[in-house]
T-cell receptor, first 113, second 112 residues
């Protein structure tokens, strides 16, 4: 079975802090994604990556950056956390084209105070 | 701009009922459509993926249909069980993009 893990289930940070969210997949997938999920807005794509050191902006990249130094790991970085970044963050991976089935991690619920 | 809508937003049914969840999308130029399940506070689990050239996919008690020309998909759940209680999301992928566009989901509760 594909396994996507996220470093934390719950995280509480203060405004202005730099926040790192880590995602690791164990199936040698080429594509990895970061979404945020908010009530009434659904899932929105922040960034995605096709390969190591490659990244593409999604629909809401502002205030975020990403890093993919190894194929299995995709990190989401909040450079200076703000209260409007309080959300559920979901990581996903897929093989081949990005149109294939995406496998999701359990999510990280981030609260920024 | 592609928009994905799911109706109803919430549904509560007694155990044993057959039910239909609806998903509609505004741009028919899709590559595929996927249905996911999300349990409270957890990630998404892929249920079914329908390629644009297909009309339906089945997995156990689940059947998903796709009518690309009318911009609609349905997820049929037969003989519902309390364990089916979850939020169900549909998502479409567009040609020439690598993104999934998600609906906001239908929250299903099946009571004994």
């Amino acid at each position: 079975d594909v396994k996507v893990t996220q470093s934390s289930r719950y995280l509480v940070k203060r405004t202005g802090e730099k926040v790192f969210l880590e995602c690791v997949q164990d199936m040698d997938h080429e594509n990895m994604f970061w979404y945020r999920q908010d009530p009434g807005l659904g899932l929105r794509l922040i960034y995605f990556s096709y390969d190591v050191k490659m990244k593409e902006k999604g629909d809401i990249p502002e205030g975020y950056s990403v890093s993919r130094e190894k194929k299995e790991r995709f990190s989401l970085i909040l450079e200076s956390a703000s209260t409007n970044q309080t959300s559920m963050y979901l990581c996903a991976s897929s093989q081949g084209t990005a149109w294939g089935t995406q496998y999701f991690g359990p999510g990280t619920r981030l609260l920024v105070l | 701009k592609q928009e994905v809508t799911q109706i109803p937003a919430a549904l509560s049914v007694p155990e044993g009922e057959n039910l239909v969840l609806n998903c509609s999308f505004t741009d028919s130029a899709i590559y595929n459509l996927q249905w996911f399940r999300q349990d409270p506070g957890k990630g998404l689990t892929s249920l079914l993926l329908i390629q644009s050239s297909q009309r339906e996919q089945t997995s156990g008690r689940l059947n998903a249909s796709l009518d690309k020309s009318s911009g609609r998909s349905t997820l049929y759940i037969a003989a519902s069980q309390p364990g089916d209680s979850a939020t169900y999301l549909c998502a479409v992928s567009l040609y020439n993009t690598d993104k999934l566009i998600f609906g906001t989901g239908t929250r299903l509760q099946v009571f004994p």
